[in-house]
């Protein structure tokens, strides 16, 4: 675990008998490879396996990288690194039916190459044409690929692959492959103006289209597009973002429709805007995230899935103060206050990547800023960071508060095991801390420590215990 502490609330949102636990931990480093310029997420829904995609630069090279999980995220096993001079533009990674397939632009960014590995243990493996390797399609001489968005239906037919790109013509090409990911068919989309900012989807329950798509054309605006069951797009709507907008994500479940965007604003370079429709496209409202919008707001992302409402992340704030926040909602209504719960600042030119993992719980990546530049992070919101104390009764190690919560002082009740030095410390919400409470050199033994609020807003704080190597925390809800 990193030296550096950060535990923000764990709060519960109950929103029409659906209940999402917030309480984002301490965050992991996926790898030790830094200069990491796109991320992707993806789960198994029967074992809860997780894969991260990402592409990176090191050693004048462009690198591919595949890594496992097979414990929640808390460790990442390096599975792939596939090396080449040439850069690789973007890289994509879903799971279907019990493989994870990853892909890549290569040669020159006229190719997309396809491998896959068993999400039992991420071992990588060939395809059933022998090959360790498939290429997908490739562009005629003058074209490139910029962006690509490879997804899976694994949610509800668990059959299909569907891969789309953007070229530097403007193409949105779309193509797609079942199970066994050999062959793969194109139908054409007629698009010749997109520019940026891809992302697509496929829909769970859906009605009337099978997957989404989002990306920023060459006008500046985005645009929104559904793809029916056999293939056939239809244009649904197409909004005006600005010259600075890079990023754009899509989220669906049934007749929910969600596009996340940044927006050029005036009193900030960009912000984070939705548009959302309860119809299945036919009619769009529009909203901001609950922020100060002439606070920079960037590189948002969704993921919309049954169960599991909606969530967002996003980075907030600008400069050195810019960290990853989270926001959710049951499909409609009002957004969750958003919370903090990223370390590190994160790059503003990398997208984050969400995924709903079940249970209520959502993981994300980003790639940082500082204070090492590149770095992979993942996080979830059932972590908390370090172990909390849900025993009533105080164990020989613990910590535990009395009047909870508290009007106006609360005892804080704790245990030292080894003789040494002792800390309790206070932080909000955000991480910050609030109060040092203790700093001193105990003996082993029980003791108590009385606090009041007089000076603390009302709110949900965490105490903080460490003694010696071990860490402590307790939840702290301060009421008028």
């Known amino acids: 675990m990193k030296n550096t502490f950060l535990v923000l609330i764990s709060a519960l949102f109950v ?16 790898g030790q490879h830094d200069s990491v310029y796109d991320v992707k997420l993806d789960i198994h829904r029967q074992s809860g396996h997780l894969f991260a995609g990402t592409a990176h630069f090191a050693n004048n090279s462009y690198f591919g990288g595949v890594y496992f999980s097979s414990d929640n995220g808390s460790n990442w096993s390096y599975k792939l690194g596939f090396g080449n001079t040439q850069k690789i533009n973007s890289v994509g990674g879903t799971v279907l039916d019990d493989k994870y397939y990853f892909c890549l632009t290569i040669n020159s960014s006229r190719q997309v190459w396809l491998c896959r590995f ?42 299909w692959l569907n891969l789309l790109v953007i070229t530097s013509s403007g193409q949105l090409r779309y193509f797609y492959s079942d199970t066994a990911g050999v062959n793969w068919h194109e139908i054409t989309t007629g698009v010749t103006n997109a520019k940026r900012g891809l992302d697509a989807c496929t829909n769970e329950g859906f009605s009337d289209y099978y997957a989404l798509v989002s990306y920023i054309t060459n006008r500046d605006s985005l645009q929104i597009d559904g793809i029916d069951y056999n293939g056939t797009r239809y244009p649904l709507r197409t909004y005006w973002v600005g010259p600075n ?33 309860y119809n299945g496209g036919q009619t769009w409202t529009e909203g901001c995230f609950p922020i100060d919008t002439t606070v920079v707001s960037c590189i948002p ?20 103060a810019r960290r990853p926040q989270f926001t ?41 800023y500082s204070p090492d530049y590149g770095i992979a992070y993942f996080d979830r ?82 105490v903080r215990l460490k003694t010696g190597d071990e860490v402590n925390s307790e939840r702290l809800v301060f009421v008028k």
């Open 328 to 368: 959710w909602r049951n499909y409609h209504g009002s957004w969750t206050t958003p919370v903090t719960w990223g370390e590190y600042r994160p790059r503003s030119d990398v997208r984050m990547a969400v995924e709903y993992l079940g249970n209520g719980a959502y993981g994300a990546i980003y790639s940082s």
């Open 15 to 30: 929103t029409g008998g659906f209940n999402l636990v917030s309480g984002w931990g301490v965050d992991v480093p996926i």
């Open 118 to 159: 068993r999400t039992s243990d991420g071992a990588q493996i060939g395809f059933n044409n022998g090959d360790s390797w498939i290429v997908i399609f490739t562009l005629p001489a003058g074209d490139t690929i910029k962006e690509l968005a490879l997804i899976s239906d694994q949610d509800f037919e668990n059959y």
């Open 245 to 277: 907008a890079r990023f754009t994500s899509i989220g669906a479940y049934h007749d929910t429709l969600l596009a996340v965007y940044e927006f050029s604003g005036a009193a900030a370079s960009y912000y984070c805007r939705y548009r959302a429709s």
């Open 381 to 462: 919101s059932d972590w908390t960071g370090v172990a909390e104390n849900q025993n009533p009764e105080l164990i020989d190690h613990g910590l535990r508060l009395e009047t909870n919560p508290a009007r106006q002082q609360v005892k804080i009740c704790y245990v030292v095991n080894q003789p040494g030095p002792v800390g309790i410390s206070l932080y909000d919400a955000t991480g910050r801390l609030c109060r040092s409470l203790l700093n001193t050199y105990q003996t082993p033994g029980n003791y108590t420590l009385t606090i009041d609020n007089t000076d603390l807003t009302p709110a949900v704080y965490i």
């Open 301 to 320: 992302d969704v993921a919309s899935r049954a169960d599991g409402g909606q969530g967002v992340v996003f980075a907030w704030g600008d400069g050195s």
